[in-house]
């Protein structure tokens, strides 16, 4: 597969380039220290996978993935970043980026990158369900329960699930054939039950599951 790899610390893009490249099924093709470097990149070189930080001076990885994957639907953008912040992996996998990962653990990231040139999105080195972020695609209740969810009533979960989706409050009544002070108060029991704290922790919970 081939490669480019975009952060804004020098030492990492070196690091990256030189354990990567160290694989005999990755070629690290371009590297770059911002977003635009990424968009500039990713149209000269059209790799398999565009690995970005997130959190750059100036443009930012969100930034550029999302012009990236405008220009071409199809690109496989992954997020390479120190923390795993709840916001930001919503915002990566609403935007249609195929995988997060964590730069402290590197060991992950050859495997991981291969199970996105397989087809599948990975969250933090790990496999996930390919979740349609639109709100369409399997119908909610049809997965397999994640053990975090064992405590929930069936429609409880239909709703974490519409919520891990993507969906608001009017979305999800919609969808559920259910009030919207319905779906408030299924929210407020999850949070409750689960001891989280908003709906991006209950969409995590979910995608971690």
Same mark, same amino acid.
């Not at 975009?6 to 977003?35: F, N």
């Not at 100036?58 to 496989?76: F, M, N, V």
């Given at each position: 597969?081939?490669?480019?790899?975009?952060?804004?610390?020098?030492?990492?893009?070196?690091?990256?380039?030189?354990?990567?490249?160290?694989?005999?099924?990755?070629?690290?093709?371009?590297?770059?220290?911002?977003?635009?470097?990424?968009?500039?990149?990713?149209?000269?070189?059209?790799?398999?996978?565009?690995?970005?930080?997130?959190?750059?001076?100036?443009?930012?990885?969100?930034?550029?993935?999302?012009?990236?994957?405008?220009?071409?639907?199809?690109?496989?953008?992954?997020?390479?970043?120190?923390?795993?912040?709840?916001?930001?992996?919503?915002?990566?996998?609403?935007?249609?980026?195929?995988?997060?990962?964590?730069?402290?653990?590197?060991?992950?990231?050859?495997?991981?990158?291969?199970?996105?040139?397989?087809?599948?999105?990975?969250?933090?080195?790990?496999?996930?369900?390919?979740?349609?972020?639109?709100?369409?695609?399997?119908?909610?209740?049809?997965?397999?329960?994640?053990?975090?969810?064992?405590?929930? @009533?069936? *429609?409880?979960?239909?709703?974490?699930? #519409?919520?891990?989706? %993507? =969906?608001? +409050?009017?979305?999800?009544? $919609?969808? !559920?054939?259910?009030?919207?002070? @319905?779906? *408030?108060?299924?929210?407020?029991?999850? #949070?409750?039950?689960? %001891? =989280?704290? +908003?709906?991006?922790?209950? $969409?995590? !919970?979910?995608?971690?599951?």
């Amino acid at each position: 597969m081939r490669l480019i790899v975009v952060d804004d610390d020098r030492l990492v893009v070196d690091s990256l380039k030189i354990i990567l490249g160290a694989q005999p099924q990755i070629e690290v093709v371009g590297t770059g220290a911002d977003g635009n470097d990424a968009v500039a990149l990713y149209a000269e070189h059209a790799p398999d996978i565009a690995l970005l930080d997130i959190q750059m001076p100036g443009r930012d990885g969100l930034s550029a993935a999302r012009e990236i994957l405008e220009r071409d639907p199809s690109a496989r953008v992954v997020f390479l970043t120190t923390f795993s912040d709840d916001e930001y992996i919503v915002s990566a996998l609403k935007l249609g980026a195929r995988g997060y990962l964590i730069k402290t653990d590197v060991a992950v990231i050859p495997p991981a990158l291969a199970q996105v040139m397989d087809g599948k999105r990975v969250l933090e080195g790990k496999a996930i369900e390919d979740i349609n972020f639109d709100g369409t695609g399997v119908d909610a209740g049809t997965t397999r329960r994640p053990a975090a969810f064992a405590s929930l @009533t069936d *429609r409880e979960f239909e709703v974490a699930e #519409l919520i891990a989706r %993507g =969906l608001d +409050n009017k979305e999800i009544a $919609a969808t !559920a054939y259910m009030g919207e002070g @319905t779906v *408030r108060n299924h929210i407020s029991s999850i #949070l409750a039950k689960m %001891g =989280l704290r +908003n709906r991006t922790q209950i $969409a995590i !919970a979910y995608l971690r599951g």
